[in-house]
């Protein structure tokens, strides 16, 4: 992947999916593979999975996301197949035949049950499917509010799981585990994404060359280490349907 993003907040989210690509790839090698993005909206990383070879379908609530979906999907020469719905509405669109793997990626945070969302998750794969999580990390929130003063928001949202705000429901490494076991999932590998990349001021990626290599370096260096997953702005859970 090339590292010359033009702007500080594509070079952001480069790290972010980064972290997350180095951890899926290996599950994404071989035959074509009926892969579910829901929730995918534009379609970045979707379009990019579809150029591998796999069958793609998108599910999201936006029109608007679709019709940008549409275009990037045009752009890039790929075939990815888009439908307007929700999560709860899952299984009606992809049908008893299931997938083999199923993007999640910040969705979990804007849904009513969560429960439910991961049940419908684990259904709509097939036996061994592997389920790529992403969400919202509290602890990594709570730093940010206690260091932009807001220290009695940061107390408030210490132990709250309830949404809040455009981000929606934050959860907690165990709080995010504890989902994905009980709906019948093994956890595979639980990786901390953005844990300095959200920390640091954008324009230190324009002090010299390679920087944000370099930060990619270091994220990916510590996207295990315990002692560091607090930190993370999002949680990417590799799971596989029990
Ligand atoms: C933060 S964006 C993430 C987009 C994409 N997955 C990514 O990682 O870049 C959240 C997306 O979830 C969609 N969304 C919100 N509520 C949803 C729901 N209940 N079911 C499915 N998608 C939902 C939104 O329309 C939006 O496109």
Redesign the pocket.
């Known amino acids: 992947m090339s590292t010359s993003m033009s702007t500080p907040s594509e070079r952001r989210s480069f790290a972010r999916d980064a972290i997350m690509w180095e951890a899926l790839q290996p599950h994404l090698q071989g035959d074509p593979l009926d892969v579910v993005?829901?929730?995918?909206?534009t379609g970045?990383?979707a379009v990019r999975v579809a150029k591998l070879g796999h069958r793609v379908t998108v599910?999201?609530?936006?029109p608007d996301?679709l019709a940008a979906l549409d275009r990037r999907a045009r752009e890039e020469g790929a075939e990815v197949s888009a439908h307007q719905g929700?999560?709860?509405g899952l299984l009606d669109v992809i049908g008893a035949e299931g997938a083999d793997v199923v993007l999640c990626?910040?969705?979990l945070e804007?849904?009513e049950d969560v429960a439910a969302a991961m049940r419908s998750l684990h259904d709509v794969l097939r036996p061994a499917g592997v389920l790529s999580l992403?969400v919202a990390q509290r602890t990594a929130a709570v730093v940010a509010r206690a260091m932009a003063g807001h220290f009695t928001q940061a107390l408030a949202m210490l132990d709250d799981p309830t949404p809040a705000g455009r981000v929606g429901r934050r959860f907690t490494a165990g709080e995010a585990t504890v989902a994905a076991v009980s709906a019948d999932f093994e956890v595979l590998a639980v990786h901390g994404v953005r844990v300095f990349a959200d920390l640091v001021p954008g324009s230190l990626l324009d002090l010299e060359a390679g920087a944000t290599a370099a930060l990619i370096e270091l994220e990916r260096a510590v996207s295990q280490r315990a002692e560091f997953l607090t930190l993370a702005s999002q949680l990417h859970l590799l799971a596989v349907r029990a």
């Open positions: 993005d829901i929730g995918g909206g970045g990383f599910i999201d609530p936006s996301a929700d999560l709860s990626h910040g969705v804007h849904v992403m």
